[in-house]
């Protein structure tokens, strides 16, 4: 898969017309690449997730991020 057809298959898949959530760009050969954003739907908040790495790898930031941005599209947000 080229480059360019991995950011159209990103961005096809993570593109929702209703409000979302920005989760961060998709890794292509081991680079970030900034065009492939990550968008989640804010419907799709409701449902179950599992945030997973090794130690160091983001999950916190990660869990942190999205509470952030929760909370400003109005979503009340509780982690104990």
């Known amino acids: 898969m080229s480059k360019e057809n991995f950011i159209e298959s990103i961005t096809r898949s993570y593109t929702d017309k209703g409000a979302s959530i920005f989760l961060g760009a998709g890794v292509y050969q081991g680079e970030v690449v900034a065009e492939a954003k990550v968008n989640l739907p ?3 908040m409701t449902r179950h ?5 090794a130690t160091g790898s983001g ?6 991020l999205i509470a952030e941005q929760l909370s400003a599209a109005g979503v009340p947000v509780f982690m104990p």
């Open 42 to 44: 804010l419907r799709m």
């Open 49 to 53: 997730g599992l945030v997973t790495g």
């Open 59 to 64: 999950k916190t930031r990660t869990l942190q």
